[in-house]
């Protein structure tokens, strides 16, 4: 089965930088969808940026302008420049990628996320 390898979480302080990256185990097929996903403590996890098979980015309001999320078709990696960070943005960041297999299921992939703090 395909595994979703995350790196590039820890600590920084605020308007520090950060840039998280995701890379797939194997080639994925199809891909519809790649994108980075937020959970707080005691909160739900949120999409903070996503990108489509034809390259549509979109943001959530509170990161736009600060975050930026990029993509490598051939290397099935997707990666999620962080600047300006606020310490609202400490959460746990988990990588998703969609896919449609042979038989037109979409299967939706999940890293194993990756902690970011901002903090002074």
């Known amino acids: 089965q395909v595994q979703l390898v995350e790196s590039g979480g820890g600590l920084v302080q605020p308007g520090g930088s950060l840039r998280l990256s995701c890379a797939a185990s194997e080639s994925i097929p199809s891909i519809d969808f790649m994108g980075w996903y937020r959970q707080a403590p005691g909160k739900q996890r949120e999409l903070v940026a996503g990108?489509?098979?034809?390259?549509?980015?979109n943001y959530i309001d509170s990161v736009k302008g600060r975050f930026t999320i990029s993509r490598d078709k051939a290397e099935n990696t997707v990666s999620l420049q962080m600047n300006s960070l606020k310490p609202e943005d400490t959460a746990v960041y988990y990588c998703?990628?969609?896919?449609?297999?042979?038989?037109?299921?979409?299967?939706?992939?999940w890293g194993q996320g990756t902690q970011v703090t901002v903090s002074s």
């Open positions: 990108i489509t098979s034809r390259g549509t980015t």
């Open positions: 998703n990628i969609d896919h449609l297999t042979s038989a037109r299921t979409m299967v939706n992939l």
